[in-house]
Structure formats: C-alpha cells, structure tokens
C-alpha cells in the first residue's frame, strides 16, 4: 500500500486569480494604564482575513483571536473597544501559530497581495522585530504581501487618493457609518466595499456628501488648541457644578449669537467650544458629526 499523506493542503486551481482581505486588532492603552508594558505594545489580539476570486465571490473566511507574548492580560479599554473577552485571549494560540494558519490558507488560495485598510503591514512588522525575532523567513514572507488598498480604492470613488477612515467608506456604499473594530467583520467590510466600489455600487451624492464632512472634521481638530494639556485618555477631571454651569451657559450665549439669525456655526466656534468644556473637565460634544437624512 502507498504511505499516507501528511497533511496536504487542498489547492485551488492555479489559473484563478484571488484576493485576500485581512485586519488585526492590537494591544492598546490609556496613559494610566501603568501595569502595561509599554516597550511591547502594538501586538496582534485577533485576525481576521476574507479570501474571494476575481469576481468578488466569497469563497474563505479565517478569524482567531491572538494570545499575545507580552501583555496577554487586556486593559479595560481593550477590551471595551474591541468585544473580546480575556478568557478567548487566554485560550487562544500563539502570534506564530496562527501565522502557520494563515500560511497553510495562503498556500490553498494563492494571492499576490493581502489587502488592508491603513498601515496594519508596518505594525505588524514593527511587532515580528520587536516581539518575534526569531520569526522563520517563510511566515515573514506572508507580511511582505501586506498591501495598503486606501489609495486605490478612494481614488475610484472621490476621483484622488483621501486618507479616510474604513466607517467613512462604509458610509459611502450605504453601510452603516462606524466601524466594528472586529477583525473578521471589518476584514469582511473591507472586501464588501471594494466589491462594490469596483463594480460602481456607490452613491456619488453620499461621496460628495462625506468630503463635505471630513472638511469640517479636519478644520475642526486643526482648530482645537487645549485637548493636548488634558488627553482624553486621562482619568476624569473634576471640576465644580457652578464652573461646568457657567462654561455651558457661556458656550450657549456664544452659539446663539450665530444661531439668532440663521447662520451655520463656524467650526472654529465649534472647537472653541469643546476647548471651554475640555478645560471645565465635560467631554467634547461639538466635533461635525455625518448626519443621516
């Protein structure tokens, strides 16, 4: 009788072209998240990755979350950010072997390049040197089929390259404007909407609609001067009713003075305003929001 054979991958035909989707979610932290350790931050928690052929059939799907090496306990953040919970990172296998996983999926699909959404490929390779030097060449190779599509695809839509976010171009192809933070769901975002961006399956008025928008965002954060002295990510600061109170009604007076005779706010006033609650210790509220009509 002939020997058995090991674990041989199941090839798909070699003449077929196919594409391959792929988002990571990372290791992530507040300021006052002091038992993280910060020199290894950044490593892989959970992939997902969406295999179709050239004409956009769904053929794989792949996701696991990731044990990582040296912060395997998430903050509370993390964890509220992405929706996993810390006994999936305890049972779930290490960085290398999920890249053995993904290499025996690539070996059955055979794809050029691996598509993201952002610069996932220089975080992850940050991570192998920092993390996983003695990484084996033939998993590092997968990395280097990493390739950024943002360029491509907003260039087709908006008629040049845009830095946007994966929600914005969600919202573009009538999806709904957020992003999941999921690896496998917004690995499969991210296939639906070059899918649709390729065949033409936008809407030009929600294209027109979002640079309008992200205009205004830009102005907006360029305009805020305060937020640097207290980030965000602080613990709450505390500050007396009677000052929240009267920084609330000063931002009112300031509004209305537009608002009175049916002007648009200027998104400077708008900054300005997130600034005087920034500095009262309230959250912002005034950040130009994609409003659905």
């Not at 990755?49 to 509370?76: A, G, H, M, S």
């Not at 805020?224 to 009267?246: C, G, Q, Y």
């Amino acid at each position: 009788m002939p020997p058995k054979e090991k674990n041989k991958v199941k090839q798909a035909p070699k003449s077929a072209k196919y594409y391959a989707f792929f988002d990571a979610e990372y290791t992530c932290f507040m300021n006052y998240d002091t038992k993280f350790d910060r020199n290894h931050s950044n490593e892989v928690i959970s992939v997902g990755i969406v295999i179709c052929d050239q004409n956009f059939n769904l053929l794989e799907e792949y996701y696991t979350p990731v044990c990582p090496k040296y912060n395997p306990i998430l903050t509370k953040y993390c964890k509220e950010l992405t929706g996993l919970k810390q006994s999936e990172i305890f049972a779930a296998p290490s960085f290398d072997l999920v890249l053995q996983d993904i290499d025996v999926l690539l070996q059955q699909y055979p794809v050029n390049a691996i598509y993201v959404w952002g610069n996932d490929r220089v975080t992850i390779e940050a991570g192998i040197r920092k993390n996983h030097p003695l990484l084996s060449k033939r998993l590092r190779r997968n990395i280097t089929k990493i390739t950024d599509i943002t360029k491509k695809v907003t260039e087709r839509a908006f008629g040049h390259p845009m830095t946007v976010s994966l929600s914005d171009m969600k919202y573009v192809c009538g999806m709904e404007h957020k992003t999941a933070h999921n690896a496998l769901e917004d690995a499969k975002d991210l296939y639906m909407i070059t899918k649709d961006i390729v065949k033409g399956h936008y809407s030009e008025e929600r294209v027109r609609k979002l640079e309008r928008y992200i205009g205004q965002r830009d102005a907006y954060h360029r305009f805020r001067r305060f937020r640097k002295l207290w980030p965000l990510d602080e613990e709450p600061r505390k500050k007396s009713r009677t000052f929240k109170s009267a920084s609330e009604k000063y931002i009112k007076e300031l509004k209305d003075f537009y608002t009175q005779n049916g002007e648009e706010i200027p998104t400077a006033i708008l900054a300005l305003c997130d600034d005087i609650r920034n500095l009262s210790g309230m959250d912002a509220r005034d950040c130009p929001k994609l409003i659905e009509k």
